[in-house]
C-alpha cells in the first residue's frame, strides 16, 4: 500500500520527542507560534461554524490534528471544549503526547498512525495539518487521505513555508544555522510548496480554498501576526465541497 509517511522524517523528530513541552527547548519556536495559530483556526471556526458563545466554544466538534507531535494543538483544541483525535507516525511522540495529557486531565485520543491508515468510524468536523506536508511522502495521497476522514463542508487548516528565495534565507540558513531556533536539517527547503502548488493540489482533491494568510514574525516584538505577505510561512483554509 502507498504510504505517505518518511522514515527519515519521522526518526529526525523522534530523536527530539522529549522536548516537545520545554517552552527554551528545540521546539521553543512552535510555542511562539502556537498563539497567532489557535488565533487564525478558531476564527474561521467561529466564522464557518456561526458560534456565538465565548466559552467552551469547540463544544460538540470533532478535530483531528495529524503530526500531532507532543500535543501543542491538540491540547488547547480539547480545553475549549473539542473532541481531539491526535495522530503521529513517531510512537515515541505519541507517547509523550499521551503522557502530558494525562497529567493536565484531558481526554484526547492519540494514535501511532497515519491518516491512510487510520481506522476511524465517525468523520471529522475539523481536520489540522499544521507544519506537516513539507515532511511527508506523497502530498496527493496524504491530502486525499484527509478529504475521507473530512465531513462534507468541513473545514482542514493546512499551515506549511513557501518554496522562495526568501524562505531559503530565513526558514534554512536563518532558524536554523545562525539563530539556531532549530536543529540542523529540520527542513528540506526543496520539499516547501508554493501557495499556487498547494490550493491546486488542494483542489484537486475537492477542497475548496476559503481564506489564504502569511504568518510573518516581528524580531523586535518577538511575536507572530497574520499577515498578507505569503513568502515564508503561510496557512489555508479550506472547505471539503
Given amino acids: 500500500m502507498s504510504t505517505t509517511i518518511n522514515k527519515e522524517e519521522i526518526q529526525k523528530f523522534s530523536r527530539l520527542a522529549d522536548e516537545w513541552w520545554d517552552v527554551n527547548g528545540k521546539f521553543k519556536p512552535l510555542h511562539m507560534f502556537n498563539p497567532i495559530r489557535i488565533e487564525?483556526?478558531?476564527?474561521?471556526?467561529?466564522?464557518?461554524?456561526?458560534?456565538?458563545?465565548?466559552?467552551?466554544?469547540?463544544?460538540?466538534?470533532?478535530?483531528?490534528?495529524?503530526?500531532?507531535?507532543?500535543?501543542?494543538?491538540?491540547?488547547?483544541?480539547?480545553r475549549l471544549g473539542a473532541k481531539v483525535t491526535g495522530i503521529d507516525a513517531s510512537e515515541k511522540n505519541i507517547n509523550v503526547a499521551k503522557l502530558h495529557s494525562k497529567s493536565n486531565g484531558l481526554n484526547?485520543?492519540?494514535?501511532?498512525?497515519?491518516?491512510?491508515?487510520?481506522?476511524?468510524?465517525?468523520k471529522?468536523?475539523?481536520?489540522?495539518?499544521?507544519?506537516?506536508?513539507?515532511?511527508?511522502?506523497?502530498?496527493?495521497?496524504?491530502?486525499n487521505s484527509c478529504y475521507k476522514l473530512l465531513k462534507k463542508d468541513g473545514l482542514m487548516f493546512t499551515a506549511t513555508l513557501n518554496r522562495s528565495f526568501i524562505s531559503y534565507i530565513k526558514a534554512i540558513i536563518g532558524a536554523e544555522y545562525i539563530l539556531r531556533w532549530l536543529p540542523i536539517g529540520t527542513h528540506d527547503w526543496n520539499k516547501f510548496l508554493k501557495p499556487e502548488?498547494?490550493?491546486?493540489?488542494?483542489?484537486?482533491?475537492?477542497?475548496?480554498?476559503?481564506?489564504?494568510?502569511?504568518?510573518?514574525?516581528?524580531?523586535?516584538?518577538?511575536k507572530w501576526t497574520k499577515s498578507n505577505d505569503l513568502s515564508v510561512n503561510y496557512i489555508i483554509c479550506s472547505l471539503k465541497n
Wanted: glycine share 8%; aromatic share 12%.
Fill in 40 to 78: 487564525y483556526i478558531t476564527d474561521n471556526i467561529k466564522k464557518h461554524f456561526k458560534i456565538k458563545k465565548d466559552n467552551n466554544y469547540l463544544d460538540g466538534l470533532n478535530i483531528l490534528d495529524i503530526g500531532c507531535g507532543g500535543g501543542l494543538i491538540s491540547e488547547p483544541m480539547a
Fill in 108 to 122: 484526547i485520543d492519540y494514535q501511532n498512525t497515519s491518516p491512510e491508515n487510520l481506522k476511524y468510524f465517525e
Fill in 124 to 143: 471529522f468536523d475539523i481536520i489540522l495539518n499544521l507544519e506537516i506536508v513539507e515532511h511527508v511522502d506523497n502530498v496527493s495521497l496524504y491530502i
Fill in 197 to 222: 502548488e498547494l490550493e491546486n493540489l488542494l483542489s484537486q482533491e475537492g477542497f475548496f480554498t476559503i481564506d489564504v494568510k502569511g504568518l510573518k514574525f516581528n524580531p523586535f516584538l518577538k
